[in-house]
């Protein structure tokens, strides 16, 4: 079984960066596979951060792109999220996931976690 | 940048009703588009994948449909369970994604 989980502080401040760590178990991130970040801001939809592909492969959302930076470490089977100059607006709830776009594999995504950003 | 616009924002309904929400592509996406079932405090679960097909294991009243720019997912007897967000998510410009605005099904 397929199990992801977020890591990392619940609390940054603004004008700080925020990071944050997906764990992976239950699959070898080096198998292959994209592997993402989505967040959604407290009683807001869903947005699309970015992927990367587990060769270190990046896709950015264009509206993010120059604030964003996700890597993988193969070896601790982990991909990790930096989100630069926080505002207030960054406050969501942070998933990692593993989509399955058109394929019938199942669509795994961590619990979530919510980071705030305030002074 | 493809845009996708999910109606209705949110609907009453009672059990056994057949509820149908739509998603409306702002370009062509063929039929790179899936469907997902939140409830409060818990992740987005995927529902239905390729714009038609059952993800396993989700009960048979879910269906979607549609091709190019117009989707719809339909519940034909809405169950207790089913009271949650729905969002549709395209994928055409895959490994990247975007959802629709939501759509809040909530008790009449």
């Known amino acids: 079984q397929v199990q992801l989980q977020e890591s990392g502080p619940g609390l940054v401040k603004p004008s700080e960066t925020l990071s944050l760590t997906c764990s992976v178990s239950g699959y070898s991130i080096s198998s292959g596979s994209y592997w993402g970040w989505i967040r959604q801001p407290p009683g807001k939809g869903l947005e699309w951060i970015g992927s990367i592909y587990h060769t270190g492969v990046t896709y950015y959302n264009p509206s993010l792109k120059s604030r964003v930076t996700i890597s993988v470490d193969t070896s601790m089977n982990q991909f990790s999220l930096r989100l630069y100059s926080v505002t207030a607006a960054d406050t969501a709830v942070y998933y990692c996931a593993r989509p399955a776009y058109s394929s019938s594999a199942a669509d795994y995504w961590g619990h979530g976690t919510l980071v705030t950003v305030s002074s | ?99 629709g605005q939501g759509t809040k099904v909530e008790i009449k």
């Open chain 2, 1 to 99: 940048d493809i845009q996708m616009t999910q109606s209705p924002s949110s609907l009453s309904a009672s059990v056994g009703d057949r509820v149908t929400i739509t998603c409306r592509a702002s370009q062509g996406i063929r039929n790179d588009l899936g469907w997902y079932q939140q409830k409060p405090g818990k992740a987005p679960k995927r529902l239905i994948y390729a714009a038609s097909n059952l993800q396993s294991g989700v009960p048979s009243r879910f269906s979607g449909s549609g091709s190019g720019t117009e989707f719809t997912l339909t519940i034909s007897s809405l169950q207790p369970e089913d009271f949650a967000t729905y969002y549709c998510l395209q994928y055409n410009n895959y490994p990247l994604g975007t959802f």
